[in-house]
């Protein structure tokens, strides 16, 4: 009988992966050969509703006219193109999109712009990209389909947690590619959706689609997995793409920028960043905003280069590995990321890898921990509410903040 039992189930899962999640093409906001730097101008307090497009009304008309008039000179001085612009309030700046036409690098153009008595920075547009990929082909609390086989109910015992916290009343934004709002899983769940990423792109991605199913898939529905929050509400904000060729994930600093304006807008508890990319000064400067307002950020490791990963590098941000790292990486903490089933586009399931997911998996333990904090929650020091770097004991850190036995949590099913 329980050879059948594990047959059947094996089955199951074979059937998931069967079939792959298609994907689309997605132009992205800068090609490869299309460099083009960030040039920040100051404004004064003018009043400005983030949210709005690249060009979107603002301000003092007269003062518009004179930073673009500003823009255009040193555009024009400095043998470059304007392409556009966004102004960014919360921290005192308009930020002018120009391409660099010709063999200049973008750093040596940014440091040039840099020294110009009107110019706050000026900083490279740069590119990132998330951190996980498809994995190749486990008595449950909960009668999900695939819930036995999620590392989180083995290792975080994740019906126990959900006894004294399922993120209710806790706001996450996701800043990642489009999430599938219409997937079995996450159909009804509380889930905002907005786009950053220039163009008119519908369809769901998948790397978005199966972060927000780590953190807010359905559970007890008898069908796929369950989401470590499954009650919180997630903003899924758009500022990745993804592309045909080799499935990779981008985002640029501009989308990600105007993401997290708006994440600290809507004054959300937790930001995901399951993405790495170079040090960047405008996206660093609202990671510190936030921090500083009280809002828990969590971001991904790159375990090809773990000490210089950004912005986990940045001070204050909760930095995630893949559980490869664990054995020779100290300094970051561990969590599931290995063979991990969750949602995909079109309805499906399937297995995934990497830090992304483990993030994932962080970012819905943290708005546990800040629902169990209650009041409290915007001063959780959030670097020990999880306990030592290294794999996050999952049981101990909820019982820190509840009435959880953590030996009696660690030997549950």
Not at 33 to 60: E, T
Not at 217 to 222: D, V
Request: aromatic share 4%; glycine share 8%.
């Amino acid at each position: 009988m329980l050879r059948q039992i594990l047959t059947a189930f094996a089955l199951c899962i074979a059937s998931v992966l069967s079939v792959a999640p298609s994907a689309h093409a997605q132009a992205p906001a800068a090609q490869a050969d299309d460099k083009r730097v960030m040039v920040m101008l100051r404004i004064g307090p003018d009043h400005f509703r983030a949210g709005s497009d690249y060009g979107g009304s603002y301000g003092s008309a007269v003062a518009q006219r004179m930073r673009m008039r500003i823009a255009a000179r040193i555009a024009r001085e400095h043998k470059l193109t304007i392409i556009t612009n966004w102004p960014m309030q919360l921290i005192g700046v308009d930020c002018i999109i120009m391409s660099v036409p010709d063999g200049r690098s973008t750093e040596t153009v940014a440091a040039e712009l840099s020294q110009l008595p009107d110019v706050q920075w000026s900083q490279p547009l740069n590119t990132f990209e998330m951190q996980g990929g498809v994995a190749t082909p486990k008595r449950s609390a909960y009668n999900d389909r695939l819930y036995p086989a999620q590392p989180s109910s083995v290792r975080w015992h994740l019906a126990s947690l959900h006894r004294f916290a399922t993120g209710r009343g806790v706001s996450i934004a996701i800043v990642d590619s489009r999430i599938d709002t219409t997937h079995p899983d996450l159909a009804g769940q509380s889930i905002t959706v907005q786009d950053f990423v220039p163009g008119n792109r519908m369809l769901p991605e998948r790397h978005g689609t199966g972060v927000a199913g780590i953190i807010a898939a359905r559970p007890n529905n008898a069908m796929g997995i369950a989401g470590v929050a499954p009650a919180a509400r997630i903003y899924g904000l758009r500022a990745c793409w993804e592309l045909t060729a080799g499935g990779r994930t981008m985002c640029d600093t501009l989308s990600l920028a105007r993401a997290l304006t708006v994440a600290l807008e809507r004054r959300v508890d937790v930001v995901n960043l399951s993405l790495t990319g170079p040090s960047d000064r405008l996206i660093s400067t609202l990671i510190g905003l936030a921090m500083a307002r009280g809002i828990t950020v969590v971001a991904a490791v790159d375990a090809a280069n773990p000490d210089a990963s950004f912005p986990a590098s940045v001070a204050g941000v909760i930095r995630v590995g893949d559980e490869r790292l664990s054995a020779r990486h100290g300094n970051v903490y561990i969590a599931p990321s290995l063979d991990i089933p969750t949602t995909a586009p079109e309805g499906k399931w399937s297995l995934v890898n990497g830090s992304s997911y483990a993030t994932a998996h962080v970012s819905g333990l943290a708005a546990l921990l800040k629902q169990l904090s209650g009041a409290r929650r915007g001063h959780m020091s959030s670097l020990s509410a999880f306990g030592p770097l290294g794999a996050i004991d999952a049981c101990a850190a909820i019982a820190r903040l509840s009435a959880l036995d953590p030996q009696a949590c660690r030997s549950s099913h």
